[in-house]
Nanobody, 134 residues
Framework: VQLVESGGGVVQAGGSLRLSCAAS????????IGWLRQAPGKEREGVAC????????DYADSVRNRFTISTDNAKNTMYLQMNDLKPEDTAVYSC????????????????????????????WGQGTQVAVSA
């Protein structure tokens, strides 16, 4: 079982990046999957999460209307399209899959809290660096 992020890099403020999270060894069924980020000296925060089985999504207020989370179930891959990037978006971005039956998604803060418990049936990626220059 593995989650592998890619797509990070350095971009100027106002620019765009698309992050990918490729999953292997499991499918997105019965999981809420999402993106978390951690900037130097700051706590990890939930950015966005999605349940591919019903299409429900939620975003942190700081990224709402700028970031878009999506999945391609045929490729078992999740994406985060990040537009209008700001210097405060600089962080290591990680993807995580939290086992959760039912429907809907929690808010990203709750998702980050649950993902942080690192339960044996949840999965994490290693992270990809995003740096936004002013």
């Amino acid at each position: 079982v593995q989650l592998v992020e890619s797509g990070g890099g350095v971009v100027q403020a106002g620019g765009s990046l698309r992050l990918s999270c490729a999953a292997s060894g499991f499918t997105f069924d019965d999981y809420v999957i999402g993106w978390l980020r951690q900037a130097p000296g700051k706590e990890r925060e939930g950015v966005a999460c999605i349940r591919s089985s019903d299409g429900s999504t939620d975003y942190a207020d700081s990224v709402r209307n700028r970031f878009t989370i999506s999945t391609d179930n045929a490729k078992n891959t999740m994406y985060l399209q990040m537009n209008d990037l700001k210097p405060e978006d600089t962080a290591v971005y990680s993807c995580a899959a939290v086992y959760s039956t039912g429907s809907g998604v929690p808010n990203p803060s709750t998702f980050a809290y649950v993902a942080g418990q690192r339960r044996e049936f949840d999965f994490w990626g290693q992270g990809t660096q995003v740096a936004v220059s002013a």
